[in-house]
């Protein structure tokens, strides 16, 4: 159900106040956004990916990220337009599944939906549009393991079937490279390091920031927004603990709706029903079957 709300709703629902929340892709941008939003780091991931284009400039390159209102950039995915070349790259945390696939292909054609607005060309007229050729990247976070290099639709959902839509995206994990991405995903798994040692804290993001800048990783990046980029996480842990809790609230509420019928129907007793039911406790069940009762 929480995926249907804007995170906005979520915090109203939970009774919390939102007029202090800063606009979106400032506060409530991830660290990876607010990166690659420079574009001299947004070049620097570019060359990354095409050593061999000697031609890019930052001004030569058009960010087209798309912002995602439903979950208010909780998903990093970062979109841009250089030498005619559509690159979107998507970042999957420490946890990995072949569903990322489908958020490429829908920012895919989202990115591309957005930029015939933009050209200001018709698809539906006979002219034949132009189009960026696209490239599509996974960054992943975690450890690579026995994981592919390459993912593709066909291969991963319809058992490598000839299909009339495929999507390929390469897959970026850790290396011995100096490069900006490499940093990007080292920062990464510095921050889950210290968050292991001292929890979804403060403390855990400006550890992560000083080994970081002790490692000369993001070092300069770091060094000029270190402030901004407390904000940025400390809002993204706010984030993520009210959406938990609106999840374990939804859950709550189902439990007791399922309880309330169970003692409605009189066919068990509280004992049987907290075993179907164990989120509630024995005073919860009681509780609510004097309420029954009362409405009875």
Known sequence: MHEE?????????????????????????????????????????YKTLHPEDTTATEDSLT????????????YNDLGFIANNKLMILVEAQSTWTVNILVRVLLYLAQSYHEYFQRTSQNYYKSKKVK????????????????????????????????????????VIYESDKDDII????????????????????????????????????????????EKEVVTIMMSLF?????????IRSERHDEARETAERM???????LEKIARYVPSLSMDELRELEAQVMQLA
Request: glycine content about 4%; some cysteine.
């Open 5 to 45: 709300l804007k995170f906005s709703e979520i915090k109203q629902t939970q009774g919390v106040n939102v007029t202090h929340t800063m606009a979106k892709r400032t506060a409530k941008n991830s660290v990876f956004l607010d990166l690659f939003q420079n574009k001299s780091y947004l070049l620097k991931l």
């Open 238 to 246: 706010d984030e993520e603990q009210i959406i938990k809790s609106f």
């Open 131 to 170: 189009m960026p050729k696209p490239e599509l990247y996974v960054i992943f976070t975690g450890n690579k393991g026995q994981k592919p290099d390459k993912i593709a639709l066909a291969k991963e959902f319809f058992e490598g079937a000839d299909i009339d839509i495929e999507v390929k995206a390469k």
């Open 182 to 225: 490499n940093q990007y995903i080292i920062f990464c798994k510095v921050f889950n390091e210290q968050t292991k040692q001292h929890g979804m804290t403060k403390k855990a993001v400006t550890e992560t920031i000083r080994v970081c800048k002790d490692r000369n990783v993001l070092r300069e990046y770091l060094a000029q927004r």
């Open 63 to 74: 960010d087209v990220t798309i912002t995602n209102v439903l979950t208010d950039n909780l």
């Open 263 to 269: 003692i409605k129907d009189g066919e068990m007793s």
